[in-house]
């Protein structure tokens, strides 16, 4: 018998269990995170958009099972809270674990999160790269 | 006297009015569209993150008077609509408008908007460098 799905409160609680279930490469956990809808976007860096919980599921499959295991690190979360809809922006520092000299890479991600019967869950995930850190970050500063 | 700003009825109102006054090079227009909020976000493929209208504005102002013009042509819309916050996800194929030679870049955008009290207006624009066409995408058609 499945066990009963994670119920988040909080957009926060869904995403810090997106990020720990990457981290953990646990599939199953990290699609309990997911709404699930046919109509969820998944975007990874130069990829194309993945659209739908079983092609999303597909993907990170494939991700997780690699076997090519990786620290994602969020940082500097900008959120903008809604009743029904909430995005957060974050900043991800990704390690490859079998990497030893310190080397990552940044990516910026929109996380879009829906407050559903069931608590919140993703909605969208966009990763992309970005050549700048969030100390570069252009935040009420330009003047 | 400032003419009086117009009031986007749909989202999709308020995506047309971007991306015409992206390709117009009209930051006025342009800036309408964003909400009016030291919170909104604007990512570049690449770039960091901006955050803030000031930003947003100072950042497209350099963009749109570089004098390097661009068409960008917006495709393949995937719309998770909401009472008060809709997302669109959106392929943009950008072409330099000084090439002849018909080469473009592909980019793929989520664009996130708000209802307030003056219409729909973008509250977020993610765009980011893709290696993927829309003929590429995977939808409903891995299995």
Redesign the interface.
């Known amino acids: 018998m499945p066990l009963k799905k994670p119920i988040y409160a909080t957009p926060r609680d869904a995403e810090q269990a997106m990020y720990d279930a990457m981290n953990r490469a646990d599939l199953e956990a990290f699609m309990n995170v997911w709404a699930e809808d046919?109509?969820i976007?998944c975007?990874l860096?130069?990829?194309?958009?993945?659209?739908?919980y079983?092609?999303v599921r597909?993907?990170w499959r494939h991700i997780l099972e690699e076997g090519q295991r990786f620290i994602i690190n969020p940082t500097?979360t900008?959120s903008?809270p809604?009743?029904?809809?909430t995005?957060h922006?974050v900043?991800e520092t990704i390690t490859l674990a079998e990497r030893n000299d310190g080397s990552s890479v940044q990516v910026?991600a929109?996380n879009?999160f829906?407050r559903s019967a069931v608590g919140w869950r993703l909605?969208?995930h966009?990763a992309?790269?970005?050549?700048?850190t969030?100390d570069?970050?252009?935040?009420?500063t330009?003047?």
Chains 1, 2 share one sequence.
């Open positions: 046919e109509e976007v975007i860096p130069n990829g194309p958009r993945i659209v739908g079983a092609n597909e993907t500097n900008h903008l809604g009743m029904l809809m995005v922006s900043y910026l929109t879009i829906i909605l969208v966009h992309s790269a970005t050549l700048a969030p570069e970050e252009i935040i009420k330009l003047h």
